[in-house]
């Protein structure tokens, strides 16, 4: 059985991590799965929002420890973790790289390198039950898939060192207090709530979303004049395309707007 789901509903697609008997947890060809899955939405001109949750009632637990085991018994886990990361690094940046929304759905349990996963994207949304866990502290890993990127920008220095040196497990409420998500739900509300929004996204300015995209994650590593050069560019392209003058004229014309712009490329 394939270990990743694909659906689409109109302009959403859904990709499903279908590892249920491991809690999704991911290994190097799984991983690999699911970046080419999340490569075809991207890609997809018809898809203007997509969703990444997980079956089974977890959303993902990170790195395959079971297969970590078998290569330690073989004295290769070197080798497999240079292939993990490197993987890794990729599917971080299909999802943070693709210019259209990407929504997580968290069923349950985000963890490790499965937690990375869930703040690559540009929403989250998380059952009552969830639980995010960095993990890597109670393995002796070192953490990765951009997670010592996202927790102090998410939370600052203090509280990631905090949640990365005690493996912390994070209910989703304390999660949403923290910012972490931005919606709580009842599991049985969370794919439906989850499709909702990402419709609503996928209704939306998909060309302006994927600059301010590019934009927020540029912020962190640049200038301020540098930041303002990089919005100009951005301004300049929307006004181009369709969704900037639908916008402004359904605004003056006191009407809903319907966007149809692409996503930059």
Request: aromatic share 6%; proline share 6%; glycine share 12%.
């Amino acid at each position: 059985m394939a270990p990743v789901r694909v659906e689409r509903d109109g302009a959403v697609v859904t990709v499903t991590i279908d590892r249920p008997e491991r809690r999704n947890a991911l290994d190097v060809e799984s991983m690999r799965e699911l970046r080419a899955r999340l490569q075809e939405a991207g890609l997809d001109p018809r898809a203007r929002a997509v969703v990444v949750t997980g079956a089974g009632g977890a959303f993902c637990a990170g790195g395959d420890v079971a297969a970590m085991n078998e290569h330690r018994r073989r004295g290769e886990l070197p080798k497999l973790f240079h292939e993990l990361t490197g993987e890794q690094e990729l599917l971080i940046r299909e999802i943070v790289g693709m210019r259209k929304p990407v929504v997580a759905a968290l069923p349950g349990v985000a963890a490790g390198g499965g937690l990375s996963l869930a703040l690559a994207a540009d929403w989250r949304i998380a059952a009552e039950e969830a639980l995010l866990v960095p993990a890597f502290g109670a393995l002796g890993a070192v953490p990765d898939g951009g997670l010592t990127y996202f927790l102090p920008h998410f939370l600052g220095i203090g509280l990631a060192q905090e949640l990365l040196f005690t493996s912390a497990k994070v209910p989703a409420a304390r999660a949403k207090e923290l910012g972490l998500v931005h919606e709580v739900v009842s599991a049985s509300a969370l794919p439906a709530r989850a499709s909702a929004r990402a419709k609503e996204l996928a209704a939306g300015p998909t060309f302006a979303y994927g600059w301010t995209k590019h934009l927020i994650v540029r912020s962190f590593g640049g200038s301020l004049e540098g930041q303002l050069m990089l919005e100009r560019r951005g301004a300049v392209e929307a006004a181009q395309g369709p969704d900037l003058a639908e916008g402004i004229g359904a605004f003056a014309e006191k009407r809903r707007p319907s966007f149809r712009g692409r996503p930059p490329g």
